[in-house]
């Protein structure tokens, strides 16, 4: 494994993974993504990127995060996307994905129309 992609033992947010699904806000439905997040980083020392389509050293979006472990909660610096919302929880589920909550990193293509889609506040990923 890459060191990049290693994780804490001691910190289970923390490693690569990548989306398989998004939480529909107005439903609470977890709906599999037309353009789902190949690569979420979270690096133990709070360094973070975002990728859509990972291709060797690429990424679409770096930044810090802080999570707070008494409330659950996560805060990722801002994002210039449209839409963006990177405060929120996260919830570690017994099969070992992770949950973000209140959280959207906004759309991959700029062009698409967010009208036409749900609007999305929350995201499960599962560890690469």
């Known amino acids: 494994m890459e060191k ?5 033992e001691d910190l289970p947010w923390s490693g690569c993974w990548r989306e398989i699904r998004h939480i529909d806000c107005e439903t609470g439905d977890e709906i599999e993504s037309e353009e789902a997040i190949g690569e979420l980083r979270l690096k133990p020392d709070g360094g973070f990127s975002i990728t859509w389509h990972p291709f060797e ?18 805060t990722f610096d801002k994002i210039n996307t449209p839409g963006y919302d990177g405060e929120g929880f996260y919830l570690m589920r017994e ?10 990193f906004g759309s991959f293509y700029s062009e698409s129309d967010p009208a036409s889609k749900p609007i999305i506040c929350g995201y499960v990923f599962r560890r690469k």
């Open 57 to 74: 050293f690429y990424t679409d979006y770096t930044g810090s995060f802080k999570v707070n472990e008494l409330e659950g909660s996560i």
């Open 95 to 104: 099969n070992g994905d992770l949950e973000l909550i209140d959280i959207w």
């Open 4 to 8: 990049w992609c290693q994780r804490d």
